[in-house]
């Protein structure tokens, strides 16, 4: 079934129902996943054939959760569009929650544009409670749950989606969707610009599937909001330890969470120290820097002279700077190659610590350079054109 | 479990459903009956079957969502009374119709079940959804209907029948035992119904046929009556007839011998012949006295020669008649047919009587139920009879002679 876009169910819903659909369409992020929103198909009408003009009231709602999507109908009758709607909760058919804990549904009032919002997202946490109560089928997945609700950092953003009994083999299985609590706030904010899509909320969560009650089975993945994914380096950042047989969750989480932040503290950290070393190279060179990137700090080119020998000096700074060495490229501004470009070599290795600060590391750069430099005359001379 | 529904209650909810603008429901009305089905085969004693049969008699529509339940779904029994009536008891279930919506119960429906269930208290109340699906250019409109049993864990759903709903062509019409609650038949029936109900409530016809059944069954009983003592009479009749036959038998022997002795005697003693008629008389006569009638051609003679024998009995005015038997008169009321008829009924006879019977039996059949009657009617008491046979003939029974008929022939 196509979702509808937004602007197609709005316009095909019943005027009087606009407004409640347009919260829930516009506004809709609920639960961890938030940057999928929610969807809507299946608009029909409640209404004879014979009425004109739109007056659709009934549909199915898509709603991400636990790395599942539910699908939820709701039905309102648009000729009577102050009634509060009705739910079929799809495949749950054991899932009926109680009616007086849906405080938007006994006053409900279908003046407030939000309250369906409010509503879908009380029931979102009546069924949390119902998956959760489906998992004292297991006593060890139980327990994995109690052991998460009790810490702090992830007892309150869990969702938890208990599935169904294989009937033929008698399997349990489980996801935990948790929210990891890591701080991006400081990430340098030109990482995280670079992304076409609105970026949304910036989120990390790890998903951990167990395919079977005793727990032996068991995948867990690693998502990030696409911003933070580009930040970290791409998908090789969300390479994350394979779970210990044996182990659990509370032991688990921590980890991949102390994984993640060390990933963010070396991006931040790589980030000040590529500025610390950029700033060192234009107090040392001086005049002799031609162009630097002032927003990433990743690329430095110089101008230098020895011996009445120009030559430019591009250094590339890695994202896992000072981890990773930054790489020199010397380039001869007289020679060219046979393919025309300017004679160049690059130089991966070279005297170099992580441990140095950006002056040191200006001061050891230009030590080699003297020391490369002659070498780096003789090749120009012998493999370029003038 | 059954379940089923009235046609009119079918189309009637169909009605009141279809022509809303939104979503529509009401209440179901009617029994649930037990049946027991007692199967018994050659494998086992017996098997009992229960089933529960749903009947759905009616229906009460709701005018408007939401009149006998709030937003949280708690239902308000005083609507609710207000809505049913005095109707309550009668209620069996409840149902739903919505368009274009999947065959499941929803969040709201399920919490007033439950709340019906408990406060009307029918352990086993079901819900009757309707989805009315239509195709987008809307060609094609489907009405889909599902029974639920929702107090139940398992088997949920009861298929609904609708009688005489489908091919009557190759089916009977099936009459249902939904009790006619319209008054306006009531009153009619009322009315008209002393024209053919007497006042048991029974149908006049009916009376009447069994009466006339009655009469039929006690004449029967009657005839049954007098056909044991008529074929009591004819059983001893023919003990009667086979005993002087097997006298005859033995007289004709013994007659058969002393006229070979006689004659042999003549023989030898020519002269002596005075001695011949009385000897001749004493057995001849004796011969005459056991059964003149049966034999006629040894009667013959006998009767010319002892005419005295037949004198108390015979009418001296018709010596031709009591000398000789009218051949033509088997068959009619002056022939000793009846001593016929009877030696030839019981197939006992002799071949003499036999061949005086021949070409004659049809009539003689006609005449033996005749003849049966008479002597019946007559109340002829065996031995009479018996005297009757043996010293006359049969038209001196009858003076008359040709005159009376029998009232069979």
């Known amino acids: 079934m196509n979702s509808l876009s937004p602007e197609v169910a709005l316009s095909r819903i019943s005027p009087e129902l606009r407004p409640l659909l347009c919260s829930v369409v516009r506004n809709g992020r609920i639960g961890l996943d938030s940057s999928s929103c929610l969807r809507i198909t299946d608009l029909k009408s409640g209404c004879t054939s014979l009425m004109p003009g739109p007056c659709c009231d009934r549909f199915k709602l898509h709603i991400p959760y636990a790395g599942e999507t539910l699908k939820w109908d709701i039905i309102f009758n648009a000729k009577e569009p102050e009634l509060p709607p009705d739910f079929i909760f799809g495949e749950d058919a054991d899932f009926l929650p109680e009616p007086s804990e849906l405080p938007h549904l006994v006053s409900w009032d279908a003046g407030k544009p939000e309250c369906l919002l409010q509503l879908v997202k009380e029931l979102l946490q009546q069924y949390h409670q119902y998956q959760c109560q489906r998992l004292r089928d297991s006593s060890r997945l139980l327990f994995e749950y109690d052991s998460l609700l009790n810490d702090p950092n992830y007892g309150r953003s869990m969702e938890i989606y208990a599935g169904l009994k294989n009937s033929w083999t008698g399997e349990f299985s489980a996801r935990f969707l948790l929210k990891l609590p890591v701080d991006f706030n400081n990430i340098p904010i030109y990482l995280l610009k670079d992304t076409a899509l609105d970026p949304g909320e910036d989120v990390a969560l790890l998903s951990v599937s167990f395919e079977d009650a005793e727990a032996t089975q068991v995948f867990p993945k690693l998502y990030l909001s696409p911003s933070i994914e580009h930040a970290l380096g791409g998908s090789s950042a969300l390479h994350i330890p394979a779970f210990p047989s044996g182990g659990c969750l509370i032991d688990y989480v921590p980890q991949v969470c102390q994984l993640l932040t060390n990933k963010v503290q070396y991006v931040i950290q790589g980030y000040h120290k590529r500025r610390e070393y950029i700033a060192a190279f234009l107090s040392h060179f001086g005049m002799g820097v031609v162009e630097y990137d002032a927003v990433g700090f990743t690329k430095l080119t110089l101008l230098l002279m020895w011996k009445d020998f120009c030559f430019l000096v591009h250094v590339d700074l890695p994202l896992y700077f000072p981890r990773d060495q930054p790489t020199l490229t010397f380039q001869s501004i007289y020679h060219f190659t046979s393919s025309g470009q300017l004679y160049s070599q690059v130089q991966k290795s070279y005297p170099y610590s992580p441990r140095w600060d950006g002056n040191e590391m200006a001061k050891r750069a230009k030590a080699y350079f003297k020391s490369f430099i002659p070498q780096f005359q003789e090749g120009a001379f012998a493999n370029g054109k003038l | ?409």
């Open chain 2, 1 to 409: 479990m059954a379940a089923s529904i009235s046609g009119y209650t079918f189309s009637s909810v169909c009605y009141h459903s279809a022509n809303s603008n939104s979503d529509h429901e009401g209440f179901l009305l009617g029994e649930v009956r037990q049946e027991e089905t007692l199967s018994i085969s050659d494998s086992h004693i017996g098997s009992a079957e229960f089933l529960s049969v749903i009947e759905v008699h009616n229906h009460e529509p709701c005018a408007q969502l939401f009149s006998f339940y709030d937003y949280a779904g708690n239902v308000n029994e005083e609507n609710l009374n207000r809505i049913l009536k005095d109707r309550r008891k009668n209620v069996i279930g409840w149902y739903r119709f919505r368009r274009n919506t999947q065959q499941q119960m929803s969040f709201r429906e399920q919490v007033i079940h439950k709340q019906l269930t408990h406060i009307l208290g029918i352990p086993d109340l079901v819900f009757l959804l309707f989805s009315f699906i239509s195709t987008a250019n809307s060609s094609t409109h489907a009405l889909e209907y599902v029974l639920f049993r929702p107090n139940r864990k398992y088997n949920q759903r009861i298929s609904l029948s609708i009688p005489n709903l489908g091919n009557t062509s190759q089916q009977e019409y099936k009459v249902s035992s939904v009790p006619n609650t319209s008054k306006n038949y009531a009153s009619v029936i009322k009315e008209h119904g002393t024209e053919f109900f007497d006042k048991d409530g029974v149908m006049k016809d009916i009376r009447a046929i069994f009466q006339v059944y009655s009469a039929l069954q006690e004449r029967v009983q009657a005839v049954c009556c007098e056909v044991d003592q008529s074929e009591r009479v004819r059983e001893k009749i023919q003990e009667e007839v086979n005993k002087l036959k097997e006298e005859i038998a033995l007289r004709k022997r013994n007659s058969a011998e002393e006229e070979r002795r006689l004659q042999e005697a003549a023989a030898v003693t020519l002269p002596d012949n005075s001695a011949l008629p009385d000897s001749k008389h004493s057995s001849l006569t004796q011969v005459v006295l056991s059964g003149p009638s049966v034999e006629p051609s040894v009667e013959r003679p006998v009767n010319s020669s002892s005419p005295p024998i037949y004198s108390s009995t015979l009418p001296p005015d018709s010596p031709s008649a009591i000398l000789l038997p009218r051949p033509q008169a088997v068959g009619s009321p002056g022939h000793p047919s009846p001593i016929l008829g009877l030696g030839n009924g019981d197939g006992s006879s002799s071949d003499s009587l036999n061949r005086q019977a021949t070409g004659q039996e049809d009539q003689e059949d006609d005449e033996d139920s005749s003849e049966y009657e008479n002597l019946v009617s007559e109340q002829l008491q065996p031995p009479s009879l018996t005297e009757t046979v043996t010293l006359g003939r049969p038209a001196t029974l009858w003076p008359d002679g040709d005159a009376h008929s029998p009232p069979g022939s």
